[in-house]
């Protein structure tokens, strides 16, 4: 088994695929770095300071007249009123929730690309790791060896899974490294709250805690791990019933742009919350950002992930070990 | 007796409700090449996947080296080399690493052996360099050499000269009756060109619309339908004189033909001579495989 992880690890190196999402999450890192930094000093020269109390009371202030702004839709006035209650519970309790520096930065870019970026740079790799093989017929070699098949596909699998950790690796060594450069790499230990519960009633502060940021980051990490370990699986299902790379990777786009979209208009519709698309922003869940549809909770998302991951792993070794190969 | 290499016995295919292939059984012996001739369509490429495990067999049973592929499928395939169509290698990868790659799904081969098919094939000096920059023919040989990799005892060739050029139709085919004959592989070519069958196979299996219509030796086939020639004057007075001795067949060309019988040869030629008929021509005439082929199957299509 680790020959053939070797075999396809040397594929994966030869056709360069790593290289290039890293190239991709480093501009990409770069650009919301000096993005990020112009805010900061936006911001600065509109209230003439940068001391981050002064800001929050700020945005505090402008998330109220939002609020009493009579042409606002209700909906979104309860999620601003969610996170005005969040912005005034950092102020309560003096703790600044984006102390700036690399951690930080790596939090909030780990936060927004959990849903889609990620799932991109996975997708890269997963859709076309079996259907390659199809499209240029090396398969026909693959399959007429003395190994059997669900071992080949297993080793794909686990390279996967390899190349998967990989990516989210790169992305946080990225990220962290290059924004670092601006806003200094100190930061590790600065308090962050978490444990904020929306319910009916609003927010509810009664279980929050106060970890150390490192704390934190590495459960994001875990929780972007997860979700790329799905997506990849399912795309690597396309990429086995699919011969065409471009149509496994169409597919699998589709799915996660709908996602995207679904999240923000379906809380009307409730079984909409069975797709593994409006369950991938895990990360909202520790924030107390409210979820996309009312009842949605950390671990229905991951038991909804977890039930899609596993019939996607079933469907991918089924269908591999039986078919013909024309 | 001689060895067995590959045996396949009422092996079908039945896709939806179509049954592709009929039921083929046929042998293959040690040291030999074995000609899978048929149209296009007439199922060898469906038969040959099968047989390298790419597609189930409906039912039947396929033997490599004693073991079933269905039930010992890695015993099995341990015997077998195979390139079926073309040698689709992975051309982002040089020649050496292709062969790493394979060499890697096969227990206790190592870089000796690599340096050895690399040898074999003659491909020493390019082995390092990406296979896209190869020539169709540097390809092929690529992927001899990866079929050989794990000494296999059966060699499965899927249309082995498909696209190369005239010189190296003929290297392949040198190699390949090198490898029958030098190193004892049974190996099993697929082909519809009869020129090419004919050349290179000890026997043949002949296969048309998922059936094999006939298995015999090339010498076999061909000598049981040898025809002697006939040029003589006056024509009528001499069909006259050979009609009364033997069954004869008028041909365009204002000769005549019969059954080649080395005994009655001489005779008829002393009875035409006898009778005042110059003979000016007389000679033995080889049937090709065509001819062959459109008798045996009543003229299904062939390139």
């Not at chain 1, 009371?57 to 006035?77: A, G, L, V, Y």
């Not at chain 1, 609003?202 to 805690?209: E, F, W, Y």
């Not at chain 1, 996309?292 to 229905?300: A, D, K, R, V, Y």
């Amino acid at each position: 088994m680790n020959k053939l992880i070797q075999n396809e690890m040397m594929k994966l190196i030869a056709k360069k695929r790593l290289v290039v999402i890293a190239i991709i999450i480093g501009i990409l890192v770069a650009l919301f770095t000096y993005a990020q930094f112009k805010e900061n000093e936006r911001q600065k020269e509109k209230l003439g300071t940068d001391d981050w109390r002064t800001i929050i009371q700020q945005t505090i202030i402008d998330q109220q007249n939002r609020i009493s702004s009579p042409r606002i839709s209700d909906e979104w006035k309860q999620q601003l009123q969610i996170a005005l209650q969040q912005n005034q519970y950092y102020l309560d309790h003096d703790i600044n929730p984006s102390e700036p520096g690399a951690p930080t930065f790596m939090r909030i870019f780990l936060e927004n690309s959990i849903e889609l970026f990620i799932p991109l740079m996975v997708m890269v790799i997963a859709s076309d790791i079996v259907s390659s093989e199809h499209s240029q017929g090396s398969i026909k070699l693959l399959l007429t060896r003395p190994v059997k098949r669900w071992k080949v596909l297993l080793s794909k699998y686990l390279t996967l899974i390899l190349a998967i950790s990989l990516i989210v690796a790169i992305a946080g060594l990225l990220s962290y490294s290059i924004s670092g450069l601006v806003f200094g790499y100190k930061g590790w230990g600065a308090p962050v709250l978490t444990g904020f519960s929306v319910t009916d009633a609003g927010l509810n502060t009664a279980s929050v805690k106060l970890i150390d940021q490192w704390q934190f980051l590495l459960m994001d990490f875990g929780l972007v791990w997860l979700v790329a370990i799905v997506v990849g699986t399912l795309s690597f299902m396309l990429s086995v019933l699919i011969r065409s790379t471009a149509a496994g990777m169409g597919v699998m786009l589709a799915a996660l742009i709908s996602g995207a979209i679904l999240s923000n208009m379906v809380s009307s519709w409730e079984s909409a919350k069975y797709f593994f698309m409006v369950n991938l922003k895990l990360t909202n869940y520790m924030n107390g950002n409210p979820p996309p549809i009312e009842g949605m909770t950390l671990s229905f998302s991951m038991m909804v992930l977890l039930v899609w991951w596993c019939a996607g792993l079933f469907v991918s070794f089924y269908v591999f070990t039986k078919k013909d190969v024309y | 007796m001689e060895n067995i290499t590959l045996s396949v016995h009422n092996l079908k295919k039945v896709i939806g409700k179509k049954e592709i292939i009929k039921g083929i059984s046929f042998e293959l012996k040690e040291g030999e090449v074995f000609g899978f001739l048929g149209p296009n369509g007439a199922g060898k490429t469906t038969t040959i996947r099968m047989l390298v495990g790419l597609i189930k067999p409906t039912s039947g049973s396929i033997q490599i080296g004693g073991f079933n592929i269905v039930g010992h499928f890695e015993e099995a395939m341990k015997h077998l080399g195979c390139i079926v169509e073309n040698p689709e290698l992975y051309p982002y990868l040089s020649g050496y690493d292709n062969l790493l790659h394979f060499a890697h799904m096969l227990d206790g081969i190592g870089e000796e052996r690599i340096r050895e098919v690399t040898e074999l094939v003659g491909l020493r000096d390019r082995i390092h360099d990406k296979v896209k920059t190869y020539s169709l023919g540097m390809r092929q040989r690529l992927g001899i050499a990866q079929a050989l990799l794990g000494r296999p005892k059966v060699l499965i060739l899927d249309e082995p000269t498909n696209g190369l050029d005239p010189a190296g139709i003929r290297e392949m085919r040198e190699f390949i009756r090198f490898l029958a004959e030098e190193e004892g592989l049974s190996v099993l070519v697929s082909s519809h060109l009869l020129s090419e069958i004919q050349l290179l196979c000890d026997r043949v299996a002949i296969i048309s619309r998922g059936t094999v219509i006939t298995t015999d030796s090339v010498d076999n086939l061909l000598s049981n339908r040898e025809r002697i020639i006939w040029r003589f004057h006056p024509v009528e007075k001499g069909k006259k004189v050979l009609r009364s001795l033997t069954a004869i067949e008028e041909r365009d060309d204002g000769t005549v033909s019969t059954e080649y019988d080395e005994m009655k040869i001489a005779e008829l030629n002393k009875m035409l001579v006898e009778a005042g008929v110059s003979v000016t021509e007389m000679y033995r005439k080889m049937p090709v495989l065509e001819d062959l082929f459109l008798e045996l199957t009543g003229g299904d299509s062939i390139e």
